[in-house]
C-alpha cells in the first residue's frame, strides 16, 4: 500500500467504506492516486490549456484551466480549475 497523508488517507477510505470496495478495487484506487501524485511532484515540463464555454455547452460563461503533463505521447491533467457562471471557483486535484 502507498503511504498517503493523514487527510488524503481520510478522504479515500469513506469513499471505499460506503461503497462496500473489495481489496483489489481499493487497491487499484490507490495505485492509479499515487500515480498522479508521483507526475505532480515531478519536476517534468507542464503544458497548460483553458477553454472558455462562450456558446452554453456545458455552462455559458464558464471557464476551465488545465495544467498537464505529456505522458508516453499522451496529455495527462494533474490539476483543474473551474470557474463556473456564477463566479464560483472549483479546483481539482486528481488525488485528493
Do not use: N
Amino acid at each position: 500500500m502507498t503511504d498517503f497523508p493523514a487527510d488524503v488517507e481520510t478522504h479515500y477510505r469513506r469513499p471505499a467504506a460506503q461503497r462496500r470496495w473489495p481489496p483489489e478495487t481499493e487497491a487499484a484506487f490507490r495505485a492509479s492516486v499515487a500515480r498522479y501524485r508521483a507526475l505532480d511532484e515531478s519536476p517534468g515540463p507542464r503544458r497548460y490549456y483553458e477553454y472558455v464555454d462562450h456558446k452554453g455547452l456545458v455552462d455559458e460563461g464558464a471557464r476551465w484551466l488545465w495544467e498537464a503533463m505529456v505522458v508516453d505521447h499522451e496529455t495527462v491533467a494533474i490539476k483543474q480549475i473551474e470557474q463556473d457562471s456564477s463566479g464560483t471557483v472549483h479546483c481539482f486535484h486528481c488525488y485528493r
